[in-house]
């Protein structure tokens, strides 16, 4: 998971530079990565601005943001 989330880190920093980056969709393993996106706030910017997150066919991690 570790490296899948590094390679997915180091893509939208380059995408963030041409233009924003505001949800992201997921399916099936892909969907369970998406959804701990926006747990990883704090790691970078890039992911700060992720507005919204569509998840198809995956497993679901219960989690509370606080602001």
Same mark, same amino acid.
């Given at each position: @998971?570790?490296?899948? &989330?590094?390679?997915?880190?180091?893509?939208?920093?380059?995408?963030?530079?041409? #233009?924003?980056?505001?949800? *992201?969709?997921?399916?099936?393993?892909?969907?369970? @990565?998406?959804?701990? &996106?926006?747990?990883?706030?704090?790691?970078?910017?890039?992911?700060?601005?992720? #507005?919204?997150?569509?998840? *198809?066919?995956?497993?679901?991690?219960?989690?509370?943001?606080?602001?």
């Amino acid at each position: @998971i570790d490296a899948s &989330l590094l390679w997915i880190l180091r893509s939208m920093e380059l995408e963030m530079h041409s #233009k924003p980056i505001h949800g *992201v969709m997921g399916f099936s393993q892909g969907g369970t @990565i998406a959804g701990l &996106l926006p747990l990883l706030k704090e790691k970078s910017p890039a992911f700060a601005d992720i #507005k919204f997150l569509i998840l *198809v066919c995956c497993h679901i991690l219960i989690y509370c943001l606080t602001s």
